[in-house]
């Protein structure tokens, strides 16, 4: 698979529909003028990209909310972010499962098997990239409730997944 990340421009069959209203959605705002969702520059600096996030807890909701936003925004070339890449070191990841743009807060691997060579890109650095995968993967994780949840993924969004999970830890492909 080659540039699974970075998707053409000319559309493909990765380039699905989406279901998340927030595009479209009035923008509301805060008392002080903020939007209470904004899509945020993506950050390219490596040694920044290489530090470790922590635990994200519930007053990093708005960190979950402009992620969201900004893969929204980015989604022609995008299929997964990390808070890292929008300047928050915090373990959170937003990514598309199909057409469902899923965020997962403390996203933790406990389980992998199938293990295989991937070739990907990302939206913060240029280039593709050979990497180890695993083709299916058990993720622990919180939703944007806090709700605790413990899922199974397969293929592509797994292989998202672990590309996310991989930039809340600083490595990078
Ligand atoms: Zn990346």
Redesign the pocket.
């Known amino acids: 698979m080659v540039g699974i990340?970075h998707i053409p421009e000319s559309g493909s069959a990765l380039s699905f529909p989406i279901l998340y209203s927030g595009v479209t959605e009035n923008v509301k705002r805060t008392e002080t003028g903020r939007k209470l969702k904004m899509i945020r520059n993506i950050v390219h600096d490596p040694l920044f990209l290489a530090r470790k996030s922590g635990p994200a807890a519930m007053e990093d909701l708005r960190i979950a909310a402009d992620l969201k936003e900004t893969l929204a925004a980015n989604r022609e070339r995008c299929v997964g972010i990390?808070a890292n890449?929008i300047g928050e070191l915090k373990n959170i990841i937003a990514v598309f499962n199909g057409p469902i743009l899923m965020v997962m807060i403390n996203p933790r691997i406990t389980g992998k098997s199938g293990e295989y060579t991937a070739e990907e890109g990302?939206?913060?650095?240029s280039g593709i990239r050979q990497t180890k995968r695993w083709k299916e993967i058990t993720v622990s994780y919180q939703d944007e409730f806090f709700r605790p949840h413990t899922e199974r993924f397969s293929g592509f969004t797994a292989q998202i997944i672990q590309?996310?999970c991989d930039?809340c830890k600083g490595i990078?492909?």
């Open positions: 990340f990390a890449m990302c939206l913060s650095l590309h996310e930039h990078l492909i």
